[in-house]
């Protein structure tokens, strides 16, 4: 008999919105950072105490500002929805 949780998607959690300020926020097997529009420091220390813990869905700058920082997370691509994500809409719509 095969274990059922070997097929399992992991838990996602998602934030959103800018995050400055320290708050707490859900936990998961990945952090989707797809819907954040800021990123305070705080969260370096976050990251820092779950090391190698999955990020998916950052945009270039939190990911730059991730990295930077050398925060140890695991970048892991999750399957895309449907549509038009905010770096397409940016390059569309914000082209001088």
């Known amino acids: 008999m095969s274990d059922p949780t070997v097929n399992d998607p992991p838990e996602v959690a998602v934030w959103s919105g800018e995050l400055l300020w320290p708050q707490p926020l859900p936990e998961g097997a990945v952090i989707d950072l797809s819907a954040v529009t800021a990123l305070g420091c705080w969260a370096h220390a976050?990251?820092?105490a779950r090391?190698?813990?999955a990020v998916s869905g950052a945009?270039?700058?939190?990911?730059r500002q991730l990295l930077r920082a050398g925060v140890p997370v695991r970048w892991?691509?999750?399957p895309r929805q449907a549509?038009?994500?905010r770096d397409e809409r940016a390059a569309l719509f914000d082209a001088p």
Do not use: E, I, M, N
């Open 51 to 53: 090391p190698q813990l």
């Open 59 to 63: 945009s270039a700058t939190l990911r």
């Open 76 to 78: 892991r691509d999750l």
């Open 83 to 85: 549509g038009v994500g």
């Open 46 to 48: 976050w990251f820092r």
